[in-house]
């Protein structure tokens, strides 16, 4: 069965191996299948992150790799993932200063479509991914810090960071954020319907695509919530 499992390119603020609208291929984020799939341009890989905000960032620990799903949000050509001051990765990743920093791969995908083939070979998905390569730095400026909470809030819903209170100072000492840099990064596509054989059209199995559809329910109000509260602008836009 066919998968969304190449990788792609990425750029980060003011580096000379990217241009305004395109990131630059390197020897570790050009695809060695399906090459055709694959996409540098900037626009196209901020839309797929930004309509996320669930990705799985990976790293080797101990000696042995480690994927974890995680919340992270975008600001511009950078990245920021979430986790806890007692997490290992986060505290690997140092503060670009005493420490080399932790390298990482981060990857966002979104299922569009299953693809149905004729033969079980050529079944497959419609499917957008970006995969971004790089090394990870705690963030430790407090200023970035909330810019970078208020971020991953706005990630998952827009608007909703500046509709609650801020982090205070014992919970901003409980919460870690780590940055990544937009510099290797690409994204890859699959669109369309099954890839059939020329021998198999005659077979009498069905082939399509299913459309796979997101989205979100009516919101419910929490049990103790104000009645004469009533539902955001941005919620409704949901």
């Not at 695809?31 to 080797?60: M, N, W």
């Not at 979104?110 to 990870?136: E, I, K, P, Q």
Request: contains cysteine; proline residues 8%.
């Amino acid at each position: 069965m066919g998968t969304p499992a190449d990788t792609a390119p990425a750029e980060t603020p003011g580096t000379s191996g990217t241009s305004a609208g395109a990131y630059t291929p390197t020897d570790r984020t050009v695809p060695t299948r399906s090459r055709q799939r694959a996409s540098y341009d900037k626009a196209l890989v901020h839309s797929i992150l930004d309509e996320a905000y669930v990705c799985h960032l990976g790293f080797v620990r101990d000696g042995a790799p480690v994927v974890l799903p995680t919340l992270f949000g975008r600001i511009g050509d950078r990245l920021y993932v979430h986790g806890s001051t007692g997490s290992r990765p986060l505290r690997a990743a140092g503060d670009g200063t005493a420490s080399p920093g932790l390298p990482v791969c981060l990857t966002v995908t979104h299922v569009d479509g299953l693809v149905l083939a004729r033969s079980a070979f050529h079944h497959s998905l419609n499917y957008r991914s970006v995969v971004v390569l790089g090394t990870a730095h705690q963030v430790t400026d407090p200023e970035e810090l909330r810019t970078a909470l208020d971020a991953l809030v706005d990630q998952v819903v827009p608007g909703r960071s500046a509709d609650s209170r801020p982090a205070n100072a014992k919970e901003l000492a409980a919460t870690a954020v780590i940055r990544l840099d937009l510099n290797e990064v690409s994204a890859k596509v699959r669109t369309g319907g099954p890839n059939d054989d020329a021998g198999d059209l005659t077979l009498p199995h069905w082939s399509g695509v299913v459309p796979v559809r997101g989205g979100y329910g009516v919101p419910v109000p929490a049990d103790d919530l104000d009645p004469s509260i009533g539902l955001p602008g941005y919620l409704a836009a949901l």
